[in-house]
């Protein structure tokens, strides 16, 4: 999880200075052929943007991936013209994947495909964050769900950052007993001023069983 962690942060203190560009772009579908009209993030900058203390960060013009759907095979990607994996139309074309499709959604199916193409759990825990993070954004109800999901993948990393995102994940899905024991087991480096501040804020937050999304200070560290 370290370089999802270390891209964000040079998201955060870019100095490009351009405007977030979304467009509908035709793209043809990797299984099926079909051409479909995607949105695309052309451009973008972290004007304005914030740190939310799962490590999302957030602002008007900050990219962020979009997941496509082809309308004709059901195909779900980020990018749906190049093939995840060599078995891809095998898999979407599988009875099993269109009925997760049809049921669970697009995020379940694109979730089935990942692992049918053997993508290690790194990358669909921090799907599953990611999801959350839109779904927090459309006020659906569901990020609540997608967290839930997320949290037996990041219970098996042990790396610092993705044990930040755990102590969020138990807080926004109100697990404040896990929550408090792991804050007791969390050793941040003294040097490390925003990792402080995410556990000073989550202390609190934690204690008031909080769990709201909740970002740092903007002046936190500068
Ligand atoms: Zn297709």
């Known amino acids: 999880m370290k370089k999802i962690a270390i891209i964000v ?23 099926c052929g ?33 997941l496509a759907t082809c309308s004709s095979c059901n195909l779900v990607s980020y990018n749906i013209s190049t093939p995840i994996c060599d078995r891809q139309a095998e898999i979407v074309n599988s009875e099993n994947y269109q009925e997760i499709f049809k049921t669970d959604g697009a995020s379940m199916a694109y979730v089935h495909l990942l692992k049918e193409c053997g993508r290690d759990n790194e990358e ?47 807080r926004q899905t109100q697990s404040f007993d896990k929550a408090t024991e792991l804050l007791s087991n969390i050793n941040i480096p003294e040097d490390n001023c ?18 709201d999304p909740a970002m740092l200070e903007k002046d936190a560290c500068k």
């Open 124 to 170: 669909i825990a921090s799907f599953y964050l990611r999801t959350a993070w839109g779904e927090d954004d459309k006020v659906t109800g569901q990020s609540v769900f997608f967290r839930k999901l997320a949290i037996p993948l990041y219970e098996q990393f042990s790396d610092i950052e993705s044990r930040l995102v755990l102590l969020d994940l138990y």
């Open 9 to 31: 942060f040079m998201i955060m203190f870019s100095k490009e200075s351009f405007a977030l560009r979304v467009e509908r772009i035709p793209q043809p579908c990797s299984v």
């Open 34 to 66: 079909h051409e479909e009209e995607v949105l695309m993030t052309l451009s973008g900058n972290s004007f304005g943007a914030r740190m939310y203390l799962d490590s999302r960060i957030h602002g008007p013009m900050v990219p962020r991936p979009h």
């Open 194 to 211: 925003i990792m402080q501040e995410v556990i000073k804020m989550q202390r609190k937050l934690i204690a008031n069983e909080n769990s």
